[in-house]
Each structure stands twice: as structure tokens, then as C-alpha cells.
């Protein structure tokens, strides 16, 4: 069960909107998103029949 308005990536402004509203900085918000887009590129390389890239 997804949370309501998270269905797809243009809720990311709503589900960082309350970490910043408690002060995080944009850099950890940076952070946060670019830790999480790696990881889920991660995980979609290690499922793939294929590399998505060349080794």
C-alpha cells in the first residue's frame, strides 16, 4: 500500500517537504535523494538479465 499522493516520483516535493520544515538543510536533502536513486539503480542492475552499462 503506497501512501496517499507518493504514488509516483512527482510526490517527492511532498515527502521532503517535512524533513525540511525540521531543519534539515538542502545538502541532506541532496544527499538523502541521490543515496536513494543510487540505490535503487543498485538493486535494478542485480535483478537485470543484462548490465545496464559496460563493465
Known sequence: MQPTGLE????YPRLL???ARRGWSR???????GRN???VLHD????ATE???PR
Not at 8 to 11: E, I
Not at 27 to 33: C, N, R, S, Y
Not at 44 to 47: G, S
Open 17 to 19: 517537504a517535512e524533513p
Open 51 to 53: 548490465p545496464l552499462w
Open 8 to 11: 509516483d516520483v512527482s510526490g
Open 37 to 39: 536513486v543510487l540505490r
Open 27 to 33: 545538502a541532506d536533502l541532496e544527499a538523502l535523494t
Open 44 to 47: 535494478a542492475e542485480q535483478a
